[in-house]
């Protein structure tokens, strides 16, 4: 089985690289998918309301992701703080769910299903530890006004993204990527541009 890593800023386009893989036969295992399911679970939801109170829940009684991110992202000690506790609840659980279903498709391949390839869409590839166990990162760049273009037209609040890109650049300070497995895809421009890119680190796999 091939892993592959995806690694980049928030909107520097991540999820169409993901996009491109599935279409080639790539398995996507999307981290915020399983963060979103993660958030429903009992005792996830339990921890969570115990952390920062029932206001974080909807009508519902479900976890509001929205007022869960007015307390930890912004520009505040409070708020960074808070942003670990809810990563110290939230990752472990995302990460035995990743482990599951990379176990799964190994199976899966060992049982003479064919080669499997899967992609960890990832927002903290790098801090995560994720990393290292691909056999391929692709490092997905792009050019810095087209990125501020689509995080303005995501409509995200200015200050969730800065505290996001300051967790995400505090996260790979000082942890270089390992140079030989890091394939670089330039996806600022159209579509088919990136695809090609995307093509051709596809060709480059082993069989």
């Known amino acids: 089985m091939i892993v592959i890593g995806l690694h980049g800023k928030i909107g520097a386009g991540k999820s169409t690289v993901a996009r491109m893989f599935a279409d080639l036969g ?3 295992i999307d981290a915020d998918v399983l963060a979103h399911a993660v958030l429903g679970e009992p005792d996830a939801r339990d921890e969570i309301v115990a952390r920062f109170g029932d206001g974080v829940l909807d009508a519902a009684g479900s976890v509001s992701r929205a ?3 007015e307390h930890v992202f912004g520009p505040n000690p409070d708020q960074a ?5 809810l990563e110290a609840i939230v990752h472990p659980r995302v990460r035995r769910h990743i482990g599951a279903r990379l176990h799964a498709l190994h199976g899966e391949e060992e049982a003479g299903g064919g080669r499997r390839v899967a992609v960890l869409d990832v927002p903290l590839l790098v801090q995560s530890g994720w990393a290292e166990a691909c056999d391929v990162v692709v490092a997905v760049e792009c050019e810095e006004p087209v990125r501020r273009r689509r995080l303005a037209a ?3 609040a200015t200050e969730q993204v800065a505290a996001r890109e300051k967790s995400w650049e505090a996260g790979v300070a000082g942890r270089p990527l390992a140079g030989g497995k890091v ?3 330039d996806a600022s ?6 695809r090609r890119q995307v093509d051709r680190i596809w060709a480059g796999l082993p069989d």
Not at 81 to 85: E, G, K, S, V, W
């Open 183 to 185: 394939r670089a895809v």
């Open 189 to 194: 421009g159209e579509a088919a541009y990136t």
């Open 81 to 85: 703080a808070a942003l670990r506790d």
């Open 67 to 69: 007022a869960l991110a």
């Open 26 to 28: 790539a398995t996507v």
């Open 154 to 156: 995501r409509g995200l």
